[in-house]
């Protein structure tokens, strides 16, 4: 299996990841990559603006992904973000397997079709919640 990275059916989205070939439900599909970071560490970087593309397994254990962009697994998006699109729905998660990450089909996969993985309700809630602050900060 190869995967693509290509611009993504998302509106505003960047880049998306694909798939070439067929993919079955509960399959791994890529290992979530990147600089190997703690908790005080992480905690910094958001404050620097610099967690989007930040996973946290436990306290001792981070994964940033941010200055890695030859690791495919960053480009997956979330179809249930932001920018929605009719018809697009996730089709895999993001599993811990012995302090790893991975993106894990949670359907069958057909070839071509771009890898939409479960972000999480309190990742948009936080999205949301520094977006409304940026503007309210930009319009006093």
Request: with cysteine; aromatic share 12%.
């Amino acid at each position: 299996m190869a995967l693509l990275v290509k611009t993504s059916k998302l509106p505003n989205a960047g880049k998306g990841l694909f798939t070439d070939k067929p993919i079955k439900k509960d399959s791994k599909i890529i290992e979530y990559k990147g600089e190997i970071i703690d908790w005080k560490e992480y905690e910094k970087r958001v404050l620097e603006d610099k967690d989007g593309y930040l996973f946290f397994i436990n306290k001792k254990r981070c994964i940033d992904a941010f200055s890695t962009p030859q690791h495919k697994a960053r480009y997956a998006n979330d179809a249930a973000g932001i920018g929605r699109v009719a018809g697009l729905k996730n089709n895999a998660n993001y599993e811990i397997f012995d302090d790893h990450c991975y993106i894990v089909a949670s359907r069958d996969i057909k070839a071509g079709e771009e890898i939409f993985v479960n972000y999480t309700k309190e990742y948009w809630d936080c999205i949301r919640y520094n977006i409304k602050n940026k503007l309210y900060k930009t319009k006093k």
